[in-house]
């Protein structure tokens, strides 16, 4: 490819060199032909002849092709087939027959456990070997894939430039030309009227003697021209000039100016000189002569500078593949590896059916990432947000009436206070309230490590003079509405950090172990929590989500409804994963309230 490149750089050079050369040569075959005959309009065709040659000298030659050296599209590779989730090892009711002893029965049921987890943790490790070798081969296939794009490119980018090179060469001929024209432009002349007139020859005289003025008629060969001309000549030389008038060479002589703005080349025949035995007689067109005024004309010239160049623009082709990768556990979960923001939750909530409206469902969502007052960022707050508020919705069966979604700067002091006045307000008995929360948590410690969260716009410093966001006020407003069920998820550990940070910048994170929370009805109202103690909040930064909030909303995705069970599931996964961030990011979710309740 590259020694092709270059041999064909060489012949474009070797092209433009003798350019010039080859268009004089073509001039020469085409006006050593006869002379055309009988022309209706022979100066107006002269005229366009010249135009002709003019803008064909101006002409820019065309770009280099390379549509036939552009290397074919790498095609995406065929991904290995997706995993089949085996299905879970079913567990069967156990009964305790009459004539058993409860000691027996609880034997076999604890049995019963063990070969239920026995049998489950072999079936996840065989599907996890599986999803890794898969995995595995997945990313060999991407990094091949992405090797022979950027091959592919990189031969692109060659073309391109070459291609680029190649026109900057055009324009810069097409500047020479211009600037050269002036050498060429009597040539052009010179052939147009020999090629429409033929030779010009005298054909008539007639000599005054009182003034001693000649008057010749000059006419072309092809007779489409006559012009007259007078001159002052001695008598003697006047017989002789008459005696015979093909020893007389005519000459016409023409005055060539240009417009530039116009690009107009004006030409206008001057005079006709005579040759007669070698020696020159200058003389001047006659007035009596009616074919002066076609000697005159302006010549439209093509603006070489104008010349439209097609540029030969070639598309890369992107390096990254989307590839579909399984995640390790028994529900087939997939996401793109990209380099750009995914929300996989909500790619995955596209897939499922919407759940039946449900007007006795509320929803409060409260989600700051960013806030205001120098406080630390929380990574994903807002995106882990919306994703709640989106589930709930399509799953749960919540109204979009009946939601209140209040993300960063929306979820100010006063907005969260109204906000939820308002929805309590609107509340029924029997009616459920799913309320989320993800944003910093601060444990005051003028107040014994009072907990409290911390809206968008409130200083961490000034927060215990907001008794509306003590924690145990909020769940206490919650409890006490006339809601029949309560369902809080929240997503702050109220150890002062989050992802291992202060919340506020430059200071170090405090750590501090939050008051425990009791203050609600635990009949009606139940909370998980994302951490405990000293713990972090952690970010889940492959998932773009919080952690917590992650594994909350996968557990939902995947069905699982009742409480209890799906604290088990979150606190399994949040805990081991965590694990592999550190020891110091350790994350276990806590479980408080009525634990039998469903989501």
């Given at each position: 490819?590259?020694?092709?490149?270059?041999?064909?750089?060489?012949?474009?050079?070797?092209?433009?060199?003798?350019?010039?050369?080859?268009?004089?040569?073509?001039?020469?075959?085409?006006?050593?032909?006869?002379?055309?005959?009988?022309?209706?309009?022979?100066?107006?065709?002269?005229?366009?002849?010249?135009?002709?040659?003019?803008?064909?000298?101006?002409?820019?030659?065309?770009?280099?092709?390379?549509?036939?050296?552009?290397?074919?599209?790498?095609?995406?590779?065929?991904?290995?087939?997706?995993?089949?989730?085996?299905?879970?090892?079913?567990?069967?009711?156990?009964?305790?027959?009459?004539?058993?002893?409860?000691?027996?029965?609880?034997?076999?049921?604890?049995?019963?456990?063990?070969?239920?987890?026995?049998?489950?943790?072999?079936?996840?490790?065989?599907?996890?070997?599986?999803?890794?070798?898969?995995?595995?081969?997945?990313?060999?296939?991407?990094?091949?894939?992405?090797?022979?794009?950027?091959?592919?490119?990189?031969?692109?980018?060659?073309?391109?430039?070459?291609?680029?090179?190649?026109?900057?060469?055009?324009?810069?001929?097409?500047?020479?030309?211009?600037?050269?024209?002036?050498?060429?432009?009597?040539?052009?002349?010179k052939n147009a009227f020999k090629h429409y007139l033929g030779s010009p020859s005298v054909i008539a005289s007639n000599y005054t003697v009182n003034n001693e003025?000649?008057?010749?008629?000059?006419?072309?060969?092809?007779?489409?021209?006559?012009?007259?001309?007078?001159?002052?000549?001695?008598?003697?030389?006047?017989?002789?000039?008459?005696?015979?008038?093909?020893?007389?060479?005519?000459?016409?002589?023409?005055?060539?100016?240009?417009?530039?703005?116009?690009?107009?080349?004006?030409?206008?025949?001057?005079?006709?000189?005579?040759?007669?035995?070698?020696?020159?007689?200058?003389?001047?067109?006659?007035?009596?002569?009616?074919?002066?005024?076609?000697?005159?004309?302006?010549?439209?010239?093509?603006?070489?500078?104008?010349?439209?160049?097609?540029?030969?623009?070639?598309?890369?082709?992107?390096?990254?593949?989307?590839?579909?990768?399984?995640?390790?556990?028994?529900?087939?979960?997939?996401?793109?590896?990209?380099?750009?923001?995914?929300?996989?939750?909500?790619?995955?909530?596209?897939?499922?059916?919407?759940?039946?409206?449900?007007?006795?469902?509320?929803?409060?969502?409260?989600?700051?990432?960013?806030?205001?007052?120098?406080?630390?960022?929380?990574?994903?707050?807002?995106?882990?947000?919306?994703?709640?508020?989106?589930?709930?919705?399509?799953?749960?069966?919540?109204?979009?009436?009946?939601?209140?979604?209040?993300?960063?700067?929306?979820?100010?002091?006063?907005?969260?206070?109204?906000?939820?006045?308002?929805?309590?307000?609107?509340?029924?008995?029997?009616?459920?309230?799913?309320?989320?929360?993800?944003?910093?948590?601060?444990?005051?410690?003028?107040?014994?490590?009072?907990?409290?969260?911390?809206?968008?716009?409130?200083?961490?410093?000034?927060?215990?003079?907001?008794?509306?966001?003590?924690?145990?006020?909020?769940?206490?407003?919650?409890?006490?509405?006339?809601?029949?069920?309560?369902?809080?998820?929240?997503?702050?550990?109220?150890?002062?950090?989050?992802?291992?940070?202060?919340?506020?910048?430059?200071?170090?994170?405090?750590?501090?172990?939050?008051?425990?929370?009791?203050?609600?009805?635990?009949?009606?109202?139940?909370?998980?929590?994302?951490?405990q103690g000293k713990q972090y909040s952690n970010m889940y930064r492959e998932k773009e989500q919080r952690l917590f909030s992650y594994f909350i909303m996968n557990s939902i995705?995947?069905?699982?409804?009742?409480?209890?069970?799906?604290?088990?599931?979150?606190?399994?996964?949040?805990?081991?994963?965590?694990?592999?961030?550190?020891?110091?990011?350790?994350?276990?979710?806590?479980?408080?309230?009525?634990?039998?309740?469903?989501?």
């Open positions: 490819m590259t020694n092709y490149i270059k041999s064909t750089l060489l012949l474009t050079i070797l092209a433009v060199s003798l350019q010039a050369q080859e268009i004089e040569v073509v001039w020469k075959q085409r006006f050593n032909q006869d002379p055309i005959q009988n022309s209706e309009n022979v100066m107006e065709d002269i005229h366009k002849d010249i135009a002709l040659q003019i803008n064909t000298y101006l002409k820019p030659r065309k770009a280099i092709k390379v549509s036939k050296l552009i290397p074919s599209e790498i095609l995406e590779p065929v991904l290995p087939a997706t995993i089949i989730a085996p299905e879970h090892v079913q567990k069967i009711k156990l009964q305790q027959n009459k004539y058993e002893r409860l000691s027996e029965f609880k034997q076999r049921v604890e049995q019963q456990n063990r070969s239920y987890i026995e049998k489950s943790a072999q079936q996840k490790k065989s599907y996890e070997g599986q999803i890794e070798r898969r995995n595995t081969e997945i990313e060999a296939l991407s990094l091949q894939y992405k090797k022979a794009v950027k091959a592919r490119n990189t031969e692109l980018i060659k073309l391109q430039e070459l291609v680029t090179q190649d026109i900057e060469l055009i324009k810069k001929e097409q500047a020479d030309k211009k600037k050269n024209l002036n050498k060429y432009i009597h040539v052009f002349v003025t000649m008057q010749l008629t000059i006419a072309s060969s092809n007779k489409s021209f006559k012009q007259s001309v007078e001159f002052s000549l001695d008598p003697h030389l006047a017989q002789e000039m008459d005696s015979d008038l093909s020893l007389i060479e005519p000459k016409l002589i023409y005055t060539l100016s240009s417009k530039p703005k116009e690009n107009l080349l004006s030409i206008k025949l001057d005079s006709i000189n005579l040759v007669f035995n070698n020696q020159q007689y200058l003389s001047k067109l006659s007035n009596k002569s009616n074919t002066q005024k076609y000697m005159v004309a302006d010549i439209e010239i093509d603006d070489p500078t104008n010349v439209s160049l097609e540029d030969t623009k070639l598309d890369l082709q992107e390096e990254s593949l989307a590839i579909v990768l399984q995640k390790s556990t028994l529900k087939d979960v997939s996401y793109r590896v990209t380099s750009e923001s995914n929300n996989e939750i909500l790619s995955r909530l596209k897939t499922l059916k919407s759940a039946k409206k449900d007007e006795t469902k509320w929803l409060f969502v409260v989600g700051i990432e960013k806030y205001d007052n120098g406080v630390a960022p929380i990574a994903y707050s807002a995106q882990s947000a919306k994703s709640y508020s989106a589930l709930a919705q399509k799953l749960l069966g919540i109204p979009k009436e009946n939601s209140f979604d209040l993300i960063n700067q929306k979820a100010s002091s006063g907005k969260i206070k109204s906000e939820m006045k308002r929805m309590l307000s609107l509340v029924k008995k029997d009616d459920t309230i799913y309320f989320y929360y993800s944003g910093h948590g601060i444990p005051v410690a003028a107040q014994n490590n009072e907990p409290y969260m911390l809206p968008y716009d409130i200083d961490p410093s000034y927060i215990d003079d907001e008794s509306f966001y003590k924690l145990k006020n909020f769940y206490k407003m919650l409890s006490d509405s006339k809601a029949s069920k309560i369902v809080a998820v929240i997503d702050s550990c109220f150890s002062g950090s989050t992802d291992g940070e202060s919340l506020l910048k430059g200071v170090a994170a405090a750590r501090l172990v939050a008051k425990k929370v009791e203050s609600f009805d635990t009949n009606k109202m139940v909370v998980l929590s994302a951490g995705l995947e069905n699982e409804k009742t409480i209890n069970l799906l604290y088990k599931d979150v606190y399994y996964n949040v805990e081991k994963t965590s694990r592999k961030m550190g020891n110091l990011k350790l994350q276990q979710p806590t479980l408080s309230g009525n634990t039998q309740l469903n989501f």
